[in-house]
């Protein structure tokens, strides 16, 4: 069963707008990662954030992590068309492997 | 794709044949991962192998085998293929269970 559950399952914006994707996810975990991927391509990864840290960014990109609300987003600030991709995130609990949820598909129109 | 590949890249088989497919890595990890991708369900863990000779059973290992005999390579192995093990599988490593994943570029498998 999906550990992750991402929100909106599709998001479509203009290029220069912000995209923000939630994750919610039912036990406690480890660390999570989003991951990109492109048509027909493997995933990228993107950023990880443990569970004793609440925010991280890398370039445009700023995930926060809730552990209360067992929640968690990404959002991609001044979009391109270059990040219209699927966006999954992918929770690591104690004693399994890495679980992922059935993604968020963002279209960037310039 | 950080020295990872899968092959065959495509593949069409006929329900009943047996199919192999593998990956192979050249960074040393020690974990490895088979994924399936199916539309609707996202990725799902088949198996995982944390060692040579060391395996174990993810979501959806039913149907499907899987062996190390070698750091580097890691077998995905369907006995008996049906036409619901269509679909596309991808293979990860990583150096450690809690470290970010790095994937191969996919292996889409039909069924006919």
């Known amino acids: 069963s999906q550990q992750g559950e991402e929100d909106p399952q599709a998001l479509s914006i203009q290029e220069g707008e912000n995209a923000t994707m939630n994750c919610s996810y039912k036990t406690s975990i480890n660390n999570l990662q989003w991951y990109r991927q492109n048509s027909g391509r493997g995933l990228v990864h993107l950023i990880l954030i443990r569970s004793n840290e609440r925010e991280k960014h890398s370039g445009r990109l700023r995930v926060t992590l809730d552990t209360s609300k067992k929640s968690s987003s990404l959002l991609i600030t001044a979009s391109r068309a270059a990040d219209t991709a699927s966006y999954f995130c992918a929770t690591d609990q104690a004693g399994t492997a890495l679980i992922f949820g059935k993604g968020t598909t963002l279209s960037v129109s310039s | 794709d950080a020295g990872i590949t899968q092959s065959p890249r495509h593949k069409v088989t006929e329900t009943g044949t047996p199919v192999t497919l593998r990956c192979h890595q050249t960074e040393n990890h020690r974990y490895m991962y088979w994924y399936r991708q199916d539309p609707g369900h996202g990725l799902r863990l088949i198996h995982y192998?944390?060692?040579?000779?060391?395996?174990d059973k993810g979501e959806v290992s039913d149907g499907y085998s899987v062996s190390r005999s070698k750091t580097e390579d890691f077998l995905l192995t369907l006995e008996s293929a049906t036409s619901s093990q269509t679909s596309v599988y991808f293979c990860?490593?990583?150096?450690?269970?809690?470290?970010?994943?790095?994937f191969g570029p996919g292996t889409r498998l039909t069924v006919t």
């Open positions: 192998s944390y060692g040579v000779k060391d395996t």
């Open positions: 990860a490593i990583n150096p450690n269970r809690d470290h970010e994943q790095y």
